[in-house]
């Protein structure tokens, strides 16, 4: 049984993270400060799952507060943690940057003490597939150079593999990073726009199609998400001994450092996606198409070669599958 701390614990990724590694036995400290940036009542519900297992403890806490962030290390000490605490949102950190630098970088670097003191035998945090910004050669590969982000929310996780590398290199703290790709299903974030469109599908409401519906998603369902973090997570970052500062790989390193692409190894045209949500939902949804947003990309793609070969795990649930499931818990949730 590990003590896994875990941020973020009554977010979308991270209450089924908690949910699933408390089925196997180990025991968790889950933070989460339940913030408004979309609809709590969600959050709570999460979390009343989560803390009906008597090995989840709940601790309602700002990762960016120091203090706090460095008396939860003392006290609860765990073998290894997984931030997934973040501000998230391409769109909203246009409007609210500070957010970004609060969350994603000054809590980051609380997570990192916390890990350096204490002896963490393994961080792993979240990354996302928006570090690839302007990049243009799919599908995107760790191994690309990832140096012109498009909007400051990549900005800010890119800045995080950059300052966990620092720590694996100073501090010998094994740390792996996981750029998560367009992650959907049940018990998902409402600001997503698969679940804003089904819920303005059914209520007869028009959707906004961005860049006229010429985009492409790696839309990866969530028990893929969940299945790569745990088997991430069971196999610390190794040294590469084979790295080069010649010609630097940014995937790998001479310190106990790596970045892994998670997504399910297909571009999905947004136009198809939407086509099979109607289709399972029964109902046409009035479209209105719309110029490309600020911040945002046209297509992302996930090279998952390394994961297959070190981890031994490719993501591969359909998008009708995911759909289905998907839809299914939404009208259960929202008594549809």
Not at 270 to 294: G, H, R
Request: hydrophobic share 35%; net charge neutral; proline share 4%.
């Amino acid at each position: 049984m590990e003590k896994i701390l875990i941020t973020g614990s009554a977010g979308f990724i991270g209450f089924e993270l908690s949910k699933k590694l408390l089925e196997r036995g180990d025991q968790i400290i889950g933070i989460d400060n339940l913030n408004d940036y979309y609809d709590v009542n969600l959050k709570k519900a999460r979390l009343k799952i989560l803390e009906a297992d008597e090995n989840y403890q709940h601790v309602n806490e700002a990762i960016d507060n120091r203090p706090a962030m460095a008396q939860i290390f003392e006290l609860h000490k765990p073998n290894k943690v997984v931030n997934l605490a973040a501000q998230a949102g391409v769109r909203y950190s246009l409007k609210n940057p500070h957010s970004y630098v609060d969350s994603n970088v000054v809590g980051f670097v609380n997570i990192l003490e916390g890990c350096r003191h204490h002896n963490v035998k393994h961080l792993v945090f979240a990354s996302s597939s928006s570090v690839y910004g302007a990049n243009t050669k799919i599908p995107f590969s760790t191994h690309h150079n990832v140096d012109h982000p498009v909007s400051l929310y990549a900005a800010t996780k890119k800045a995080n593999e950059l300052m966990a590398h620092s720590y694996a290199h100073l501090y010998n703290i094994s740390c792996t990073g996981l750029r998560f790709f367009t992650v959907y299903g049940p018990w998902g974030r409402p600001d997503m726009a698969y679940y804003s469109f089904t819920k303005d599908i059914l209520a007869g409401n028009t959707i906004n199609i961005f860049n006229h519906g010429k985009m492409e998603r790696d839309f990866t369902y969530i028990d893929d998400i969940i299945e790569g973090v745990v088997k991430v997570l069971d196999q610390n970052a190794q040294a590469n001994p084979d790295w080069s500062g010649d010609t630097p790989d940014s995937a790998t390193s001479y310190a106990p450092y790596k970045i892994y692409n998670i997504g399910n190894n297909q571009k999905i045209q947004l136009m198809k996606f939407i086509e099979v949500l109607e289709d399972t939902l029964s109902k046409k949804a009035i479209k209105n198409m719309m110029p490309m947003q600020n911040g945002d990309v046209r297509v992302t793609y996930a090279d998952v070669e390394d994961l297959d070969k070190n981890i031994g795990f490719k993501p591969n649930t359909s998008i009708e599958e995911g759909i289905k499931k998907f839809v299914s818990w939404y009208k259960t949730y929202h008594q549809i």
